[in-house]
C-alpha cells in the first residue's frame, strides 16, 4: 500500500451495504480496509481484491477499536475515510427490552461509533484531514413501531453527527451522517414487517458513494421515505402515530 493511494476503512464490511462498499471502492482504486467480527467473511473479501485488507474488530471492545487505530497509524494507513457501518437491528417492539438486546444495539450501533471517532479525531486533527461517515438510519428521524430497541440508537448517532459538526469543521474535517430507509440485507431478510421502497445492497452502497463524494452532512434514501420521515417531525403526534399506523397497516409490534 503506498501513502498516494486513497485509504478507506469500513468498519462493518462483512456483509450487506459494507460488503457491497468494500468492492465498489476497490473497484475505484481506493485501498480498502475492511473490518467486522467474522474472520471467515474477511478471508473472503480479500479474496476478491488486491486492495482489500482485513482488519478484525469488534466494536463493542474499546481496546480492540483503540489499538485497531492505532495500528493503522503505525502502518501509515490513517483512511482518508472512515465508514462507520457496524450494526444490529432487533426487530421488535416492547418483545425486545430485554437489557442484554438493548445494551448490546446500543454497544454496536452507537457507541462502536463513539469509540471510533474518540480513537481517530486527535489523530486525523493532527493531520488535517478525512472523513468520517457514519451510517445511521431514517429510523432514527422518530419512534417507529418494530423499533424499539433499534430506533434510539440510530437517533442518537445522527444526534451525536449533529453535536460533532462543529468541531469536525474547526479541525478542517468533514463529517457526515448516511440515513438509508430499507435495504435488502440479512438484516432485513427475516423481516415480515412492511418496507416501502425497498433497494437492493448494490444501489444502497452506489447512493452512499455519490453522496458521500460530495462531502455534505447527511445522504439519505429513497427520497419518497426520507421526505415523508422527515415532514412527519413537524406534524402533531395524533396525526404522526396515524401516518405511522398506515404503513404497517394491521400489524402491531409484541
Ligand atoms: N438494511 C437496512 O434496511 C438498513 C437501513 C438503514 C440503516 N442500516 C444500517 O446499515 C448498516 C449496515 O447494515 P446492513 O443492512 O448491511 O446489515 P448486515 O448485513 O447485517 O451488516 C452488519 C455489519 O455490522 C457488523 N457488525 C455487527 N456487530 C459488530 C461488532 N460488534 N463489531 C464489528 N462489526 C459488527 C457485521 O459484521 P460481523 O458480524 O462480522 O461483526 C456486518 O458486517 C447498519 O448500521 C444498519 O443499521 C441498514
Given at each position: 500500500m503506498t501513502s498516494q493511494d486513497k485509504i478507506i476503512w469500513i468498519i462493518g464490511a462483512t456483509s450487506g451495504i459494507g460488503e457491497e462498499l468494500?468492492?465498489?471502492?476497490?473497484?475505484?482504486?481506493?485501498q480498502v480496509i475492511a473490518s467486522g467480527r467474522r474472520a471467515e467473511r474477511l478471508a473472503a473479501?480479500?479474496?476478491?481484491?488486491?486492495?482489500?485488507?482485513?482488519?478484525r474488530l469488534d466494536v463493542?471492545?474499546?481496546?480492540?477499536?483503540?489499538?485497531?487505530?492505532?495500528?493503522?497509524?503505525?502502518?501509515?494507513?490513517?483512511?482518508?475515510l472512515t465508514l462507520y457501518c457496524a450494526g444490529v437491528f432487533p426487530i421488535g417492539g416492547f418483545s425486545t427490552l430485554t437489557?442484554?438486546?438493548?445494551?448490546?444495539?446500543?454497544?454496536?450501533?452507537?457507541?462502536g461509533a463513539v469509540?471510533?471517532?474518540h480513537n481517530l479525531f486527535p489523530l486525523l486533527k493532527k493531520r488535517g484531514s478525512g472523513q468520517v461517515a457514519i451510517i445511521s438510519s431514517l429510523s432514527g428521524y422518530g419512534g417507529l413501531p418494530f423499533a424499539a430497541s433499534y430506533g434510539p440508537t440510530k437517533a442518537a448517532l445522527i444526534n451525536l453527527c449533529e453535536s460533532?459538526?462543529?468541531?469536525?469543521?474547526k479541525a478542517n474535517l468533514t463529517l457526515s451522517v448516511i440515513n438509508p430507509g430499507f435495504v435488502k440485507t440479512d438484516m432485513t431478510k427475516d423481516s415480515k414487517v412492511p418496507m416501502p421502497f425497498i433497494i437492493s445492497a448494490e444501489s444502497a452502497a452506489k447512493r452512499i458513494k455519490k453522496g458521500l463524494a460530495r462531502k455534505?452532512?447527511?445522504?439519505?434514501?429513497?427520497?419518497p421515505l426520507?421526505?415523508?420521515?422527515?415532514?412527519?417531525?413537524?406534524?402533531?403526534?395524533?396525526?404522526?402515530?396515524?401516518?405511522?399506523?398506515l404503513t404497517t397497516g394491521k400489524q402491531r409490534p409484541s
Open positions: 468494500c468492492k465498489i471502492y476497490a473497484a475505484d482504486g481506493w473479501l480479500e479474496e476478491t481484491s488486491d486492495a482489500i485488507r482485513a482488519l463493542t471492545d474499546k481496546d480492540e477499536v483503540a489499538l485497531a487505530v492505532q495500528k493503522l497509524d503505525a502502518d501509515a494507513c490513517l483512511p482518508d437489557d442484554e438486546i438493548c445494551v448490546n444495539a446500543m454497544d454496536t450501533n452507537y457507541f469509540r471510533t471517532i460533532l459538526k462543529p468541531s469536525f469543521d455534505g452532512f447527511e445522504t439519505t434514501f429513497p427520497l426520507a421526505v415523508a420521515l422527515k415532514l412527519m417531525r413537524f406534524v402533531p403526534y395524533w396525526a404522526y402515530f396515524k401516518l405511522v399506523g
